[in-house]
Nanobody, 130 residues
Framework: EVHIVESGGGLVQPGGSLRLSCAASGFPFDDYYIGWFRQAPGKEREGVSCISGSDGTTYYIDSLKGRFTISSDNAKNTVYLQMNRLKPEDTAVYYC???????????????????????WGQGTQVTVSS
């Protein structure tokens, strides 16, 4: 049975930080990519970041590079998303997902494609507000 559980969300002021956790089980973690997605009210779900369970390679959307950092602890089958200098527009439900997405010509996974991820958690709310 696959279980993916996000935690660490909450209310934070603009400029603050949060660290989200994604605890995964029930699938071969080392053979999957683990991605973070987010969905704001009234908006479509968007990819944020991804990490390879096999070698730890990380991927980010350009707009978040330098503020968000994804990392993993394979021994615990857990992935983290460190979010710094948070902005109100970062407010969303953040989801963790596992899958084996297709790779582009350079070997980069199509981590923006939520439909390429198989297993999803319930999400954790992040609210950035003063």
């Amino acid at each position: 049975e696959v279980h993916i559980v996000e935690s660490g969300g909450g209310l934070v002021q603009p400029g603050g930080s949060l660290r989200l956790s994604c605890a995964a089980s029930g699938f071969p973690f080392d053979d999957y990519y683990i991605g973070w997605f987010r969905q704001a009210p009234g908006k479509e779900r968007e990819g944020v970041s991804c990490i390879s369970g096999s070698d730890g390679t990380t991927y980010y959307i350009d707009s978040l590079k330098g503020r968000f950092t994804i990392s993993s602890d394979n021994a615990k089958n857990t992935v983290y998303l460190q979010m710094n200098r948070l902005k109100p527009e970062d407010t969303a439900v953040y989801y963790c997902a596992a899958g084996v997405p297709s790779l582009d010509y350079s070997g980069t996974p199509y981590f923006l494609r939520d439909y390429e991820f198989d297993y999803w958690g319930q999400g954790t709310q992040v609210t950035v507000s003063s």
